[in-house]
Each structure stands twice: as C-alpha cells, then as structure tokens.
T-cell receptor
Framework: RKEVEQDPGPFNVPEGATVAFNCTYSNSASQSFFWYRQDCRKEPKLLMSVYSSGNEDGRFTAQLNRASQYISLLIRDSKLSDSATYLC???????????FGTGTKLQVIP | DTAVSQTPKYLVTQMGNDKSIKCEQN?????MYWYKQDSKKFLKIMFS???????INETVPNRFSPKSPDKAHLNLHINSLELGDSAVYFC???????????FGPGTRLLVL
C-alpha cells in the first residue's frame, strides 16, 4: 500500500461545479498535512495547510479525519484556472520524511 | 528575486556521463530537499538536509551524491547516468522539516 494514496483522476468538471478529492495516508503518526497544486510542467506550490478542525480559504475547504486517516479537499464554484494536479502531503513531523501523494488531476471544462 | 532557483533547467546527456544540478535558496531556510518526479508524475523524495547535515537519504543509488556547501545551497551530482534517471528533479526548501516547502522550477533531465 502506498504511504499516501490519491485517485489519479482525471476529474473533468464543468465550470461552476463543486468537486471533492480524498487522500488516505497509512502512517498513523502523521501530524502535518497539506494540499499542493502543480500546474503542467511547473513546480508544486502550496495551496493550503490542513488543520485538525478543518479550514477554509475562499472556495477551497480542507478536512482531516484522523480516525479514518484521510484528508479531503473541496473546491466550490470551479474556475478554468483551477485545472491542475492536486497533491496531498502527510508529514510525521520531526526529521521524518514528508510524503507526497501521487496527485489527482482536475480539468475544469468551459 | 527568485526564492528557489535551479540550474540548469534542461539537461540532455548520454548514458554513462556525469552531471551536476545546482540549487540555491534565498529564503533563509534551514532545510533543503531533492525530489525526483518520474514520467508518471510521482514526486519522490531523494534527500533532505537540515543546516548542511543529511537527515533523509531514501533508497537512492549511490551514483547520486548530494552536497550542501552551506545552508543556502544543495547540489546534486549524478555519476554514470542511466536511461532510468530521466525525470524532472526538483529542489525545495522549508524553514523546518514540517513546514511549507518551496520548490524550484525543476531540472528536466533526459538521458539518451
């Protein structure tokens, strides 16, 4: 089993739609969680951190479920510019390695 | 005022050659990383340094040797290049190992 798993997609959604991605992690010691966004042929960039109580940043909402060991990302009112690959990240903390998921590709269609 | 820079951006070379990729960050971060992203887009950590000390060394062939001359630089030297080394190599940095990572633009390596 991969340490951090995501549905690779692609998710093809119309503009204005709401779309949700899930990500599961296998290391129960994971303490910090993030969502990164990677555009085609570009480097990954932080989209948002994921906090235990869940957090929102504009159209984006992240949730953490420690009991089931998954995190989610909800995107409301999808824009064409949201088209990208979304990478889930889990970190146990300290000097242990940060693990990136395989990414979920989103294509927002006009 | 690029935060994390890498050189070169593109590298095309023959099998068996030795090549180096350089990385510099001007964010004042203590931790730096090398990642490999293969054709399936999986981003896999190779090495991590904290204050010039190696803290993560994943199962990478010993043909790959990182070197951190100071906190702001982390270079990657690859000996005897193989076809399977073709990938995009990303350098990244963070304040601490658990904080947000800032990535360089990547070096696209093609081994012929």
């Amino acid at each position: 089993r991969k340490e951090v798993e995501q549905d690779p997609g692609p998710f093809n959604v119309p503009e204005g739609a709401t779309v949700a991605f899930n990500c599961t992690y296998s290391n129960s010691a994971s303490q910090s969680f993030f969502w990164y966004r990677q555009d085609c042929r570009k480097e990954p960039k932080l989209l948002m951190s994921v906090y235990s109580s869940g957090n929102e940043d504009g159209r984006f909402t992240a949730q953490l479920n420690r009991a089931s060991q998954y995190i989610s990302l909800l995107i409301r009112d999808s824009k064409l510019s949201d088209s990208a690959t979304y990478l889930c990240v889990a970190s146990p903390g300290g000097y242990q390695k940060v693990t990136f998921g395989t990414g979920t590709k989103l294509q927002v269609i006009p | 005022d690029t935060a994390v820079s890498q050189t070169p951006k593109y590298l095309v070379t023959q099998m068996g050659n030795d090549k180096s990729i350089k990385c510099e960050q001007n964010l004042g971060h203590d931790t730096m990383y090398w990642y490999k992203q293969d054709s399936k887009k999986f981003l896999k950590i190779m090495f991590s340094y904290n204050n010039k000390e190696l803290i993560i060394n994943e199962t990478v062939p010993n043909r790959f040797s990182p070197k951190s001359p100071d906190k702001a630089h982390l270079n990657l030297h690859i000996n005897s290049l193989e076809l399977g080394d073709s990938a995009v190599y990303f350098c990244a940095s963070s304040d601490t190992p658990t904080e947000t990572q800032y990535f360089g633009p990547g070096t696209r390596l093609l081994v012929l």
